[in-house]
């Protein structure tokens, strides 16, 4: 019916929504001071499940991979950057279109 494909495309927004929160906590995890968190972080980034749940929120495996291992390359205690995974690839993406259109 016609009236259905807005509610089932506020559905799949509210699915991606969960999705990128799970990201979001990952992302978190893999940037703060417990050392087990990071590690947990780091090895479920190997895992199929993590890459469904990119899928599922809408991001690109491959790249929030490269931002997490980023934020485990930090040293603990080091400052933490406290902004969003989506943020963090849009960041990385739109500088990446200005270094190659220089």
């Known amino acids: 019916m016609p009236g259905d494909a807005p509610a089932a495309l506020i559905e799949a927004d ?3 929504r969960v999705w990128r ?3 979001r906590q990952l992302w978190f995890d893999a940037g703060g001071h417990d050392a087990a968190l990071r590690e ?3 090895r479920w980034m190997a895992t199929r ?3 469904e749940v990119c899928d599922l929120a809408g991001f ?3 790249k929030v991979a490269h931002e997490l291992r980023r934020q485990l390359a930090t040293p603990i205690g080091a400052r933490f ?3 969003s995974l ?3 690839l849009r960041a990385r993406h739109l500088a990446q279109a200005e270094a190659a259109a220089t």
């Open 14 to 16: 509210e699915a991606r």
């Open 86 to 88: 989506g943020g963090a």
């Open 40 to 42: 947990a972080a780091r």
């Open 21 to 23: 929160a799970v990201l």
């Open 49 to 51: 499940s993590f890459v």
């Open 81 to 83: 950057e406290r902004r």
């Open 60 to 62: 690109v495996p491959s």
